[in-house]
């Protein structure tokens, strides 16, 4: 019996990677997507001399023919997606009058438009199979306002309500939905966003408050899996 497919988008970032290994440790084959300029190749072999054997999925997220490919591509080598986390995302620390209409549409394509239409790919063959998992990355900035992150939590609370709709709609069916919205994770991303002095001392209060404890990835992944 072949085993099941796991798609991480953003699978080789620091949440992604915990993901992935926690689907691999699952049983899963994992394939993490990624974009053309990531060193996907380093990352594989970094993964397998952990034990871990992964596939990689590279399209650019910017150009959605590039993705749907990408995703026919996997989908063709290693057969239909049983679990799709849709994880992927670009943070963004300004205010939106010092963002161009370049920055924005890019944040609200990545972070919200490509989760909806990735769901659309996989949906039909879930529900023809009776059985798949959709899991959507959001955040805690989706439903707290954290200064200079309007246009990304304005994304990530998009994707919290799809994930409620998409829940309602599948209702009754073997497709589940789940919603993920961390607060601080060690990772990169986390680094990036507290880089900008507004974040920076609202982070100082919640961490003063106690209000969201940081998280490792493999914590976060635990979770999610």
Request: hydrophobic share 40%.
């Amino acid at each position: 019996m072949s085993k099941k497919v796991a798609y991480v988008t953003g699978g080789m970032g620091g949440i992604g990677t915990a993901i992935c290994q926690r689907l691999h440790g699952d049983g899963y084959t994992v394939i993490a997507g990624c974009g053309p300029t990531r060193d996907f190749k380093k990352w594989l072999d970094e993964q397998k001399a952990l034990g871990f054997t992964f596939h990689a999925s590279v399209g650019n997220v910017a150009d959605w023919d590039s993705t749907v490919e990408a995703f026919t591509k996997a989908k063709n080598e290693h057969g239909p997606i049983d679990v799709l986390v849709n994880n992927a995302a670009v943070e963004t620390t300004h205010l939106i009058d010092e963002m161009d209409e370049a920055e924005i549409t890019r944040t609200i394509s990545l972070n919200l438009i490509t989760p909806e239409r990735l769901t659309r790919q996989v949906l039909p063959g879930m529900l023809a199979r009776g059985r798949g998992h959709i899991v959507n990355v959001s955040s805690m900035t989706g439903i707290a306002n954290i200064p200079s992150t309007s246009v990304y939590s304005s994304t990530k609370a998009g994707l919290t309500h799809f994930s409620g709709g998409l829940r309602a709609d599948l209702k009754g069916t073997k497709v589940g939905v789940t919603l993920v919205e961390p607060g601080p994770i060690d990772t990169d991303m986390w680094d990036n966003i507290t880089a900008s002095r507004p974040v920076q001392l609202a982070a100082r209060r919640v961490d003063k408050l106690q209000l969201m404890p940081h998280m490792a990835p493999a914590t976060l992944a635990d979770a999610v899996v």
